[in-house]
């Protein structure tokens, strides 16, 4: 079974930065493709960015660009959130996510942490 733990989540005024960690076990990490996505309430998940196995290739949701950065360190079976320049927009509940792709037809599978809820205050 595969367990995702995230960390770092907190209460920051608008403007400042949180780094968020996820931490992979049960399974090999570099086998995933890991996301963050995100949740407020009233609102449905979705997806704040996300980096391919290999590291080499980060994508962001339009309204996260410039200011929210996703890093990996397979070393240490672990993912990043940077945030910074943080809104009150930003508060929600923040989900971790592994992807992993079983064959060619694209069948996969994935897990999810627990959440961290980030609360950015004006």
């Known amino acids: 079974q595969v367990h995702l733990v995230e960390s770092g989540g907190g209460l920051v005024q608008a403007g400042g930065s949180l780094k968020l960690s996820c931490v992979v076990s049960g399974s090999n990490f570099r086998n995933y493709d890991m996301g963050w996505f995100r949740q407020a309430p009233g609102k449905e998940r979705e997806l704040v960015g996300s980096?391919?196995?290999?590291?080499?290739?980060?994508t962001y949701e339009d309204s996260v660009k410039g200011r929210f950065t996703i890093s990996r360190d397979n070393a240490k079976n672990t993912v990043y959130l940077q945030m910074n320049n943080l809104e009150p927009e930003d508060t929600a509940v923040y989900y971790c996510?592994?992807?992993?792709?079983?064959?060619?037809?694209?069948?996969?599978?994935?897990?999810w942490g627990q959440g961290t809820q980030v609360s950015v205050s004006s």
């Open positions: 996510n592994a992807v992993r792709i079983l064959n060619v037809e694209g069948a996969s599978v994935d897990f």
């Open positions: 980096i391919w196995r290999s590291g080499e290739r980060t």
